[in-house]
């Protein structure tokens, strides 16, 4: 057993299911937790985690295909991609290049914030390039819901992440991430206008502030 | 000045707590003295009566703190208050009682954040170096680190504080303030796990939904213990999970309890097996300081003055002064 990532909740590590060469990820036992709530906890969050990445796929965005949920052992059985994180390969792409795979990155939020799909951790770590084709991963923070509210915080999210780890190139994806979404979601302007709603009441503007 | 140490007095008194506290550059506590305003019986915090109080101590406080110290005023070099964040009606008398005794005495004036001094004193008495902090009391909960040249906040709460939520809770169950002590007292003999909203959202929290829960099994008729201990269950899993997710992502390797609810037990116990399954270390701030009190800032105070760090802004208080916004340094 190849462990790859220990992350806060859970773990990530190859193995072979009937025959092939797969990710495991594992949410692993809290002992600091009451067992029934730990229990629980991990079951709930493996099944919303498989059922989000499954709802992905269906409308059309790229995840690691799943092969098998393991409820009592809270393990995804998944594809293994072996791809490139985005994080890794951005810095040495051509303005094209990244116009290109930045409005699919933006059709992509788009489809998944139709059918309610809120990814909840959206970075250019969370997302594999292979072949030209574009993973999303990691729905470990994901959930369901209606909420404009909900699907700003998840585009500023992406914001703010790009802007601590790719300072120069944030208008540069956030614009192209715009003009993909818009053709994807038809309350895209709602959307965007909580993004700036949220921006505005971050806590750098809040400094100053005496009352 | 003592044996060609600084001597700092410093003065808190941003909500219930009046407190005077006197500390030396080589860091001997040598007065730490308080009086807390306590509100009727099933009644929150009032801030007017808050100040009311701290304007009949102060002078007492004052006197004892520097009777304790067993010091002269010319033995005092800087006088350091909390300039916020805190309830504006008591943090204003502070501020101004600190600044009329400063004159009186001719000592410089440091203002001092309440949220960093309680860190402070946490590092200084724990000696943990550069840890994630967790801050809870009942006016605040977050998840900070320091980064670059200030303490981040990684996570807060998302409406109340758990600290609040207890302390409403208590009120419901008629129990008078602080809360935090009745509940664990309370959920020490809970056996039954009710099974209530846990919302985690990245590094935040969100605890409405909880109170929303238990006050329905209170009507429920559900036993007090039972509801305390899921409560407290419920809560402090979701506040260690969410320290565990800060410990990954800063990948620090200290963690620091501190506030008023730093002292409960089934908390510490909780963070300490999370940092134990991990590798990091755990400390939490001694109990005697880990509620407001005048030692935190008059040490708090030493540090910024020494730094040039004394008067970051011309108003005398800063009711919702943020954290992230003092340059600080460790």
């Known amino acids: ?211 | 000045m003592r044996d060609g140490n600084l001597i700092c007095l410093g003065i808190e008194g941003t909500a219930h707590t009046f407190g005077i506290g006197i500390v030396s550059e080589d860091g001997n506590i040598l007065a730490d003295e308080r009086e807390t305003y306590k509100p009727p019986e099933g009644k929150g915090i009032v801030p007017y009566e808050a100040k009311k109080h701290h304007e009949n101590v102060a002078a007492i406080v004052l006197e004892k703190a520097l009777k304790d110290a067993g010091i002269s005023t010319e033995e005092i070099d800087i006088i350091s208050y909390s300039a916020g964040p805190g309830l504006p009606p008591p943090l204003l008398f502070t501020a101004n009682f600190a600044t009329k005794i400063a004159r009186q005495f001719s000592k410089p004036l440091v203002k001092v954040h309440h949220g960093i001094a309680h860190i402070e004193i946490g590092r200084f008495l724990t000696g943990c170096k550069d840890p994630v902090v967790v801050y809870l009391s009942g006016g605040h909960n977050a998840i900070l680190a320091f980064v670059n040249d200030s303490y981040k906040i990684f996570g807060e709460t998302q409406d109340i504080t758990v600290g609040n939520l207890f302390d409403r809770v208590a009120r419901k169950f008629g129990l008078p303030m602080p809360g935090g002590p009745k509940i664990e007292e309370l959920a020490a003999k809970g056996r039954n796990y009710f099974s209530l909203p846990y919302t985690v959202k990245g590094m935040d929290v969100s605890f409405t939904g909880i109170q929303t829960a238990v006050f329905r099994l209170i009507q429920k008729g559900i036993r007090k213990e039972d509801i305390a201990f899921s409560l407290q269950e419920t809560c402090f899993a979701m506040l260690t999970e969410v320290a565990e997710r800060a410990l990954a992502h800063t990948e620090k390797n200290e963690l620091l309890l501190v506030g008023g609810v730093a002292s409960n037990k089934r908390l510490q116990e909780m963070m300490s097996k999370m940092c134990e399954e991990r590798g990091a270390k755990f400390y939490v701030v001694p109990q005697s300081y880990s509620s407001d009190n005048g030692v935190m800032i008059a040490y708090t105070g030493l540090l910024a003055y020494k730094k040039g760090l004394a008067n970051p802004f011309e108003d005398l208080v800063r009711p919702r002064w943020r954290i992230d916004e003092v340059k600080w340094f460790i």
């Open chain 1, 1 to 211: 057993m190849e462990i790859i990532k220990r992350g806060a909740e859970a773990i990530l590590y190859i193995d072979y299911f009937e025959g092939k060469k797969v990710l495991v990820k594992e949410r692993i036992k809290k002992g600091y937790r009451l067992e029934i709530l730990d229990t629980k906890l991990r079951a709930e969050r493996t099944r919303r985690e498989a059922r989000l990445m499954r709802e992905a796929r269906n409308i059309g965005v790229y995840t690691p295909q799943i092969f098998h949920v393991d409820e009592k052992n809270c393990r995804i059985i998944m594809e293994f991609i072996d791809g490139y994180r985005l994080k890794d390969i951005l810095d040495e792409w051509s303005k094209e290049k990244i116009e290109r795979v930045f409005i699919e990155i933006g059709k992509n939020i788009g489809k998944m914030h139709s059918a309610d799909i809120i990814h909840g951790d959206l970075t250019t770590s969370n997302i594999l390039i292979k072949n030209d084709t574009i993973y999303f991963i990691d729905f470990g923070l994901g959930y369901f819901s209606k909420r404009i509210e909900d699907k700003g915080v998840d585009l500023n999210l992406f914001k703010e992440a790009i802007r601590a780890t790719h300072p120069n190139l944030l208008n540069l994806c956030w614009q192209n991430i715009v003009i993909g979404y818009m053709q994807e979601f038809d309350k895209w302007k709602e959307v965007l206008e909580r993004v700036d709603e949220i921006e505005r009441r971050a806590r750098y503007v809040e400094r100053g502030s005496k009352d």
